[in-house]
């Protein structure tokens, strides 16, 4: 079975940064896409970033410019960058690993971003 681990999370003032980590461990297959996401309080989770193992990325629009999502595929770990953080960012935030016959969440890490 896959198992993912986040850690990184925390407290940041507004406009501040912080760096998400993400390990997958387990049979993880070559081809896959790892992502994060969000859930604000009283929200529905969302999508926030992902990449392919081929490095093909796709951002949600309004964290365009603010956030970098990278991966080492040799030791199984994605993270997520997050430069000018805003109260609106403030969620717990999760990664996901999908492939064929794959999808695995992790069990998430708080965000929380004071203005």
């Known amino acids: 079975q896959v198992q993912l681990v986040e850690s990184g999370g925390g407290l940041v003032q507004a406009g501040g940064s912080l760096r998400l980590s993400c390990a997958a461990s387990g049979r993880i297959a070559r081809v896959n896409t790892m992502g994060w996401y969000r859930q604000a309080p009283g929200k529905q989770r969302e999508f926030v970033a992902s990449r392919t193992s081929s490095g093909i990325t796709n951002y949600k629009e309004s964290v365009k410019g603010r956030f970098t999502i990278s991966r080492d595929n040799a030791e199984n770990m994605v993270y997520l960058q997050m430069n000018s953080l805003k109260p609106e960012d403030t969620a717990v935030y999760y990664c996901?690993?999908?492939?064929?016959?794959?999808?695995?969440w992790g069990k998430g890490t708080l965000v929380t971003v004071s203005s």
């Open positions: 996901n690993i999908f492939s064929v016959g794959m999808d695995t």
